[in-house]
């Protein structure tokens, strides 16, 4: 007698990771403009959203980048984690794919800092 089945049928429809397309951007200067976080970060791919997160205390501003694809997502975050320094910054960019990707990293889904 099988004790477990083999594999459960209800798993297979769930999707075993959403792909990121989703970023955030910490150390931000609190003066960011959306037009500065898309100039720079166009050059990974399609930046579908931008998010700039209002009434940050200082040396704390953060946003979320949403691009078209995962990779797109995945390069800017490689090319640009403790890299990328905005004029008035006090310290390089944190940037890290979102832990909160909404519904599959779509735009339009609430943001939330996690």
Same mark, same amino acid.
């Given at each position: 007698m099988e004790r477990w $089945? %083999?594999?459960?049928?209800h798993l297979d429809?769930? $999707?075993?990771?959403?792909?990121a397309r989703k970023i955030f951007v910490g150390s931000l200067p609190q003066n960011i403009s959306e037009d500065e976080l898309r100039h720079e970060f166009d050059a990974f791919g399609d930046v579908e959203e931008v998010f700039i997160k209002d009434n940050c205390p200082p040396?704390?501003?953060? *946003?979320?980048? &949403?691009?078209? &694809?995962?990779?797109? %997502?995945? %390069? *800017?975050?490689? *090319?640009?984690?403790?890299?990328?320094?905005f004029p008035e910054s006090e310290r390089p960019c944190d940037v890290m794919l979102a832990k909160n990707q909404g519904i599959g990293g779509s735009p339009g889904a609430t943001p939330e800092a996690s």
């Open positions: $089945p %083999a594999r459960c049928s429809q769930v $999707p075993r990771r959403v792909m040396g704390k501003q953060w *946003a979320f980048i &949403t691009y078209g &694809t995962s990779d797109e %997502a995945l %390069a *800017a975050k490689e *090319a640009c984690d403790r890299k990328l320094v």
